[in-house]
């Protein structure tokens, strides 16, 4: 089982971004600061739903939108008053084999019958009169509005996905070692102190 394709919309850098990847090995490769990281973040959090470790839920903050995205919302705001708040797309496609026929369906942007999942970080229209509040004076409107926002966790099949949900059972486990979170001076202390 493999990746095959990751689309990733609005994320930190990644603004729109597509990879195709390939079955047996894939290198990424870049300067600082390119979104190396935040794309392999990207996958984790669409297969765990977690971000830093934590529930997606409790990590939402309005740094995760692409800067461009939430820059041009509120300038069309302020222009127009019709400003559409950005959201997160993160779309993983998989090998279509047989033990990912639960994730199947055409429930993804490329409307490709195929195995996958997806993350959408979007509003919640639950919440519009609040919104419409929020928005009353554009020209009050500093960034993205999470807390009026929702996460959409789900199959290409169309089926939720939870901890509990029977999608989540078939979801290949992610193991994401970020290095840059280790403290290199620790070491050292222990061998001083011993």
């Known amino acids: 089982m493999f990746i095959k394709r990751l689309i990733v919309e609005n ?9 195709e990847f390939n079955e047996h090995l894939n ?8 979104g190396k990281s935040t794309l392999l973040e990207a996958v984790n959090l669409a297969l765990s739903g977690q971000l830093n470790g934590r529930s997606i839920h409790y990590e939402l903050h309005s740094f995760l939108f692409n800067v461009e ?3 041009e919302y509120i300038q069309s ?13 993160i779309e993983v496609y998989f090998d279509d084999i047989d033990e990912l026929a ?3 369906g055409t429930n993804n942007s490329l409307r490709e019958n195929c195995p996958g999942v ?8 639950t919440y519009g009169a609040e919104y ?18 929702g996460v959409v966790w789900r199959s290409f099949a169309n089926e939720n996905i939870s901890s509990t949900s029977r999608s ?14 280790i403290s290199h001076n620790l070491g050292a202390n222990k061998y001083v102190l011993d």
């Open 102 to 104: 639960k994730l199947k």
């Open 69 to 71: 995205a939430v820059g």
């Open 27 to 34: 290198i990424v490769v870049g300067d600082n600061e390119t």
């Open 168 to 181: 989540r059972s078939v979801i290949p486990k992610p193991l994401l070692i970020d290095a840059s979170n």
């Open 132 to 149: 419409s509040q929020y928005i009353d004076d554009p020209f009050e409107v500093r960034s993205v509005p999470v807390e009026y926002y």
């Open 77 to 89: 705001l302020r222009d127009d008053g019709g400003g559409i708040p950005p959201r997160i797309l």
């Open 11 to 19: 994320y930190r850098c990644l603004r729109d971004t597509r990879v």
């Open 118 to 125: 997806y993350l959408s970080i979007e509003l919640d229209d």
